[in-house]
């Protein structure tokens, strides 16, 4: 059964993330990387000193969200302060929704994220000058979406620990710079802005098949990087050859594949202090690097990382195809 409220709680987030924070600041400031640079310093503060608030996780999370809503009101007439501040909120609850999560069941995870990716696509053409009720209104939907949450013991329904692998930050890493440098590179290309250009159900429909994907097909561990790495390659190499259409077909695929996997990944971290710290080179540093890549044209030295990554992960395939082959004539 749908947890009705985690789902909302979940929604309403990163939603905001995704209009609010990262798309409606950046055009709001014209992309100006010393006007919006308050924003990713308190959202590195935020996430990281969550762990060292002396108050209960529910405490923290409801201050945080008022804070969020607090400094919505100002959009998109930020100074320093506020974005510092929206910066502190967004990040601050970040490591609380990946605790949340561990109460999700995977049907649970694929709607959140489903809605979430449809809604922002519906969206993302609206004016980012005038997003203030829509910030206001995610906000207050997330927070009632918190209030109201079950808050129940991890059971047999929520999401089972061995279901899914881990993979090491560093992989995920490189999987958020790779998204980042494309997406915001795509953002500020007139020829290929593909959201503004009616590709728009093709992008929803597989935003969600990449969800659907991600949460019900298993895949080995090495076979299921190697799919995330050619993805990519197919997404770099579709924006290179001016390929709209398979664009808009492969790359919301990717996206929903491995944020689904990540954020497996990090449900399996029982720190909350781990949780932060993997969120800041995430959430963060990954993504901020990623704007600098398309602030500064830096877009086609990208897939030289990528055909790195994808060497080693065929290289590691090849290994483990060769160790279940050796077993087998044993």
Not at 14 to 35: K, M, N, P, R, W
Not at 79 to 91: M, Q, R
Not at 209 to 226: F, H, N, P, Q, T
Request: aromatic residues 16%.
């Amino acid at each position: 059964m749908f947890n009705v409220f985690l789902i909302l709680f979940v929604f309403a987030e990163l939603s905001f993330y995704l209009l609010i924070a990262q798309t409606g600041v950046v055009e709001v400031f014209h992309s100006d990387i010393f006007s919006i640079m308050y924003l990713p310093i308190g959202g590195i503060i935020g996430t990281y000193l969550n762990v060292y608030i002396p108050f209960k996780t529910d405490h923290k999370a409801i201050a945080l969200l008022a804070l969020q809503m607090f400094t919505t009101l100002f959009y998109p007439d930020f100074n320093a302060v506020t974005l510092f501040l929206l910066g502190l909120s967004v990040g601050g609850i970040s490591p609380i929704i990946i605790q949340t999560l561990k109460k999700a069941t995977l049907i649970d995870l694929g709607v959140a994220l489903g809605l979430s990716y449809t809604f922002s696509t519906l969206l993302f053409n609206t004016n980012p000058m005038h997003r203030e009720i829509l910030g206001l209104f995610l906000s207050l939907a997330a927070m009632i979406g918190y209030l109201f949450l079950q808050r129940k013991k991890i059971t047999a329904e929520a999401l089972c620990f061995n279901k899914f692998y881990s993979y090491p930050l560093y992989l995920m890493v490189i999987w958020v710079f790779l998204d980042s440098s494309l997406f915001e590179t795509l953002s500020r290309d007139d020829m290929m802005a593909i959201w503004r250009g009616g590709f728009s159900t093709e992008i929803i429909l597989f935003h969600l098949l990449g969800v659907v994907a991600a949460i019900s097909i298993r895949v080995e561990y090495s076979l299921k990087a190697l799919l995330i790495s050619l993805l990519f390659v197919l997404s770099y190499l579709s924006y290179f050859m001016h390929e709209a259409l398979l664009l808009s077909v492969v790359y919301p695929f990717v996206i929903s594949y491995y944020n689904i996997v990540i954020l497996q990944s990090l449900i399996k971290v029982k720190s909350l202090k781990n949780i932060s710290l993997f969120m800041v080179f995430i959430g963060w540093m990954a993504s901020g690097t990623g704007l600098m890549v398309a602030l500064h044209g830096f877009i086609q030295y990208v897939p030289i990382l990528l055909l790195m990554v994808l060497f080693f992960d065929i290289v590691k395939q090849l290994n483990f195809t060769k160790g279940v082959i050796s077993w087998l004539r044993e």
